[in-house]
């Protein structure tokens, strides 16, 4: 039966709380007194041009799972979650030939294929309205002005003057869950099949199966709140490098990236720790990270495809070299570098790596392998549960000298790395003496 709908189209923004495309398509179901369906569609797969999945086994089933926790989450509210096989623009065109979409609520993409998808529809006369959510901070609360050529944001070419100018200022408060829910539409819901379950490590600080590191919300804010009652805050900016330590580093970021847990939510709640506990070294620097982490949002929303291009956002540097022997040894994890090897071994048992290491391996591939940064880029973009677009091709081409690192990128000292974070060689031993399940 065709009938007149209110969508919520979930893209990454998988939750409940701080959800301004939610709560905008809850109002707006209500007040023309339609259903609200809450749409997710097919992700983005194939094969990448350096021949393996863009999905890995980790990303697929953490997005599953994640699903999994938001369909439940809507329940509780009498609504519900209907999945479509297919990508996001065939999936909206397909219910427009069922039904009539009155309004199409989604968070506004920031990456180029984001993008293409939000035109596509909007060129078909679909009445897509977008939200800016998934950052800190909204493009009018930005102090840098318009470019007087593009038109486009202002944004510092590096990240120290957008901290200088952003770290003072205060993100606006979360949002809560929506305050009514509108009726759910006819129709059954469907579901993802299950991906098969990658085995669990028991050597992963960060196992995604359990209770604990569930990928839905509801972990996510258990999870917030354990980690800012414990002393591993203030001890943030010492630890933060160590590679195998669960309490080293916040491990929100599985969570931020496929939306379960808001940025918003994490930075107020962080405030509410410094007013009960005291601000310390450690709580601040968590800030500097998710202003990183912002930053860099920022900068796929100005510089889009030009940061996945050969060159990146440097027209006139030399193109990348690629050597596809050395690409592979560094993907498997068989370069010769111990600490190397042992990153990329994590990464490959567990989708989780620590951020230094993440930098070591880059430099790695780059530097003493010589492969194609963004051949590394795509290699992360397959295994990380915690990836998003705007940070790891940010970071690639920040590590690589085609983004905004002021100094041209980095190459690191590989033995100066190890005796600094692995003095005792214990996380070597574990990923490279031990082999595993």
Not at 80 to 97: D, F, H, N, S, Y
Not at 260 to 277: F, G, I, N
Request: net charge neutral.
């Amino acid at each position: 039966m065709r009938q007149d709908l209110v969508v919520w189209w979930v893209r990454e923004d998988q939750r409940l709380h701080d959800n301004p495309a939610l709560c905008a398509a809850c109002e707006d179901a209500r007040a023309r007194g339609v259903p609200l369906l809450c749409l997710a569609t097919e992700a983005p797969g194939g094969v990448t041009r350096w021949g393996f999945d863009r999905v890995g086994a980790h990303r697929r089933w953490v997005t599953w799972r994640r699903l999994q926790g938001l369909a439940a989450a809507l329940g509780r509210h009498g609504q519900g979650l209907r999945w479509l096989p297919l990508p996001a623009v065939e999936a909206l065109r397909a219910l427009q030939a069922d039904h009539r979409l009155v309004a199409i609520h989604a968070q506004q993409g920031l990456a180029p294929q984001e993008r293409a998808e939000e035109d596509a529809l909007l060129a078909q006369g679909l009445p897509v309205h977008r939200h800016e959510s998934g950052g800190l901070f909204t493009r009018a609360a930005l102090p840098f002005g318009q470019d007087v050529r593009t038109g486009a944001l202002a944004l510092p070419r590096s990240f120290t003057p957008f901290r200088a100018a952003m770290e003072h200022r205060s993100p606006p408060p979360p949002l809560g869950e929506p305050p009514h829910w509108p009726r759910r539409p006819q129709g059954p819901d469907g579901a993802p099949p299950p991906p098969d379950c990658p085995s669990a490590d028991p050597r992963s600080i960060h196992p995604y199966t359990t209770p604990a590191c569930d990928p839905g919300e509801a972990a996510a804010l258990q999870h917030l709140e354990r980690y800012l009652a414990s002393p591993a805050v203030a001890a943030y900016k010492q630890t933060r490098n160590a590679p195998s330590d669960a309490a080293a580093s916040t491990r929100w970021s599985p969570w931020l990236a496929g939306g379960a847990l808001s940025p918003r939510q994490a930075w107020a709640a962080l405030d509410a720790h410094d007013a009960a506990s005291g601000r310390s070294e450690g709580s601040h620097w968590i800030r500097v990270e998710l202003l990183w982490r912002e930053y860099f949002r920022w900068l796929m929303a100005v510089e889009g495809a030009r940061l996945y291009r050969p060159t990146g956002l440097h027209a006139d540097a030399p193109p990348p070299r690629h050597d596809a022997g050395g690409f592979e040894r560094w993907r498997a994890g068989r370069t010769g570098l111990p600490l190397v090897d042992a990153g990329m071994r994590e990464l490959a048992a567990t989708g989780w790596l620590s951020n230094r290491l993440r930098q070591v391996c880059a430099s790695a591939l780059l530097h003493e392998m010589g492969g194609d940064w963004r051949a590394g880029a795509a290699w992360f973009e397959a295994q990380l549960i915690d990836y998003d677009p705007q940070s790891n091709q940010g970071n690639w081409a920040y590590i690589a000298g085609y983004g905004t690192d002021p100094r041209g990128g980095r190459r690191f000292d590989l033995a100066w790395q190890a005796r600094q974070h692995d003095p005792d060689g214990r996380y070597v031993a574990r990923w490279l003496d031990n082999p595993g399940p």
